[in-house]
């Protein structure tokens, strides 16, 4: 389990080098059709690498952590040392800092990858954005949804 705070420190090995990762994962039912988003920027915004793509059957909460989860697989093919996650589901938010324990079954292996994938950054900061603030993902998202 994560300690709850606004910045976790990893590993300070990596060279530095932080991207902003926006996720968003969306269901058609629940469980229905699924699909998830993502956007990486540098620092700067500029986007860097998106992920738009169907998941199959799947629950709002399961896309989500799926989303989470590409991105920083993403994040770490592109040799980022830091993260900052912007997401808008608050469950997973609490959960990654340690607020809320992960109950349901089907999360708890999507929980422990991100913890796992947590831990190839020097640091990470994760927060809870407004669907408003997360609009490039939630599109990507709902493309995939659309086009199958």
Same mark, same amino acid.
């Given at each position: 389990?994560? !300690?709850?705070?606004?910045?976790?420190?990893?590993?300070?090995?990596?060279?530095?080098?932080? *991207? *902003? !990762?926006?996720?968003?994962?969306?269901?058609? #039912? =629940?469980? #229905?059709?699924?699909?998830?988003?993502? &956007? !990486?920027?540098?620092?700067?915004?500029?986007?860097?690498?998106?992920?738009?793509?169907?998941?199959?059957?799947?629950?709002?909460?399961?896309?989500?952590?799926?989303?989470?989860?590409? #991105?920083?697989?993403?994040? +770490?093919?592109?040799? @980022?040392?830091? &993260?900052?996650?912007?997401?808008?589901?608050?469950? !997973?938010? =609490?959960? *990654?800092?340690?607020?809320?324990? *992960?109950?349901?079954?089907?999360?708890?292996?999507?929980?422990?990858? &991100?913890?796992?994938? +947590?831990? #190839?950054? =020097?640091?990470?900061?994760?927060?809870?954005?407004?669907?408003?603030?997360?609009?490039? @993902?939630?599109?990507?998202?709902? +493309?995939? +949804?659309?086009?199958?």
């Amino acid at each position: 389990m994560l !300690i709850a705070g606004e910045y976790y420190m990893v590993n300070k090995a990596m060279p530095y080098k932080k *991207v *902003v !990762i926006n996720t968003d994962g969306a269901s058609r #039912g =629940n469980p #229905g059709k699924a699909a998830i988003g993502a &956007v !990486i920027a540098d620092e700067q915004g500029g986007t860097i690498h998106t992920i738009s793509r169907c998941i199959g059957i799947t629950t709002n909460n399961q896309a989500e952590y799926k989303a989470l989860i590409e #991105g920083l697989e993403a994040a +770490l093919k592109l040799d @980022a040392s830091e &993260v900052a996650i912007r997401i808008d589901s608050e469950l !997973i938010v =609490n959960q *990654v800092k340690g607020r809320y324990r *992960v109950k349901n079954p089907a999360l708890k292996p999507l929980y422990q990858r &991100v913890t796992e994938l +947590l831990a #190839g950054f =020097n640091g990470f900061t994760i927060e809870h954005i407004s669907r408003t603030f997360n609009q490039g @993902a939630d599109r990507l998202a709902n +493309l995939a +949804l659309d086009a199958h």
